[in-house]
């Protein structure tokens, strides 16, 4: 099938970047690249994100095997986030991009 017949279904790299391409999934990933987050955590860092989305966006990455949930047993119940060796393997690669972007246009220098 030719290249510009495929659709992002058929071509793994184009899933991949329509999926990664969602603002907040970057984000979120960027973000967990530090440590595991709280969802509480990584709602402050996510300005603009609502709780709807958050979670459609944390299970998505979740069943595309680049987050790990995990749920306390104490009271209050504690739900935590952390990238998956799979998640950690986008970090650098979410890092070029943004260094790339910021080399190549003076406007991406104040985007964070």
Request: a positive charge; hydrophobic letters at 40%.
């Amino acid at each position: 099938m030719p290249r510009r017949e495929r659709r992002p279904a058929e071509c793994l790299a184009e899933d991949w970047l329509a999926f990664l391409g969602h603002r907040w999934n970057a984000l979120i990933l960027w973000h967990l690249t530090e440590g595991s987050l709280r969802y509480g955590e990584l709602q402050d860092r996510l300005p603009g994100i609502t709780p709807k989305v958050q979670s459609e966006r944390l299970a998505g990455l979740t069943r595309r095997g680049l987050l790990v949930r995990s749920v306390s047993n104490g009271f209050p119940r504690e739900v935590t986030y952390r990238l998956t060796s799979q998640g950690q393997a986008l970090g650098p690669i979410i890092m070029q991009l943004y260094e790339w972007a910021k080399a190549s246009s003076p406007e991406a220098e104040n985007i964070t």
